[in-house]
């Protein structure tokens, strides 16, 4: 079974070892920020469907930023 995942995973495998780790932890919190700002492109009945109020802390793109923040901090400096 290793053989055979080895077989299929071989070239993705040593592509991403080929990736710095520096750079790997960038690209990574590229992706965390891409995420949380995709939520911006959600429209904004969407967003606030079900909600009694459209009250700033009712706005889930807003919520999708604070809990990646966290990540982005830790991925970015911390290491």
Do not use: C, H, N
């Given at each position: 079974?290793?053989?055979?995942?080895?077989?299929?995973?071989?070239?993705?495998?040593?592509?991403?070892?080929?990736?710095?780790?520096?750079?790997?932890r960038w690209i990574l919190?590229?992706f965390f920020v891409a995420?949380?700002?995709?939520?911006?492109?959600?429209?904004?009945?969407?967003?606030?469907?079900?909600?009694?109020?459209?009250?700033?802390?009712?706005?889930?793109?807003?919520?999708?930023?604070?809990?990646?923040?966290?990540?982005?901090?830790?991925?970015?400096?911390?290491?």
């Amino acid at each position: 079974m290793k053989e055979l995942l080895q077989g299929v995973f071989g070239g993705f495998d040593a592509m991403l070892l080929a990736i710095p780790l520096a750079a790997a932890r960038w690209i990574l919190v590229a992706f965390f920020v891409a995420a949380a700002g995709a939520s911006f492109l959600l429209p904004r009945e969407f967003i606030f469907r079900g909600a009694p109020d459209q009250r700033w802390y009712r706005d889930l793109r807003w919520w999708a930023i604070g809990v990646t923040v966290p990540y982005v901090l830790i991925y970015a400096f911390v290491g």
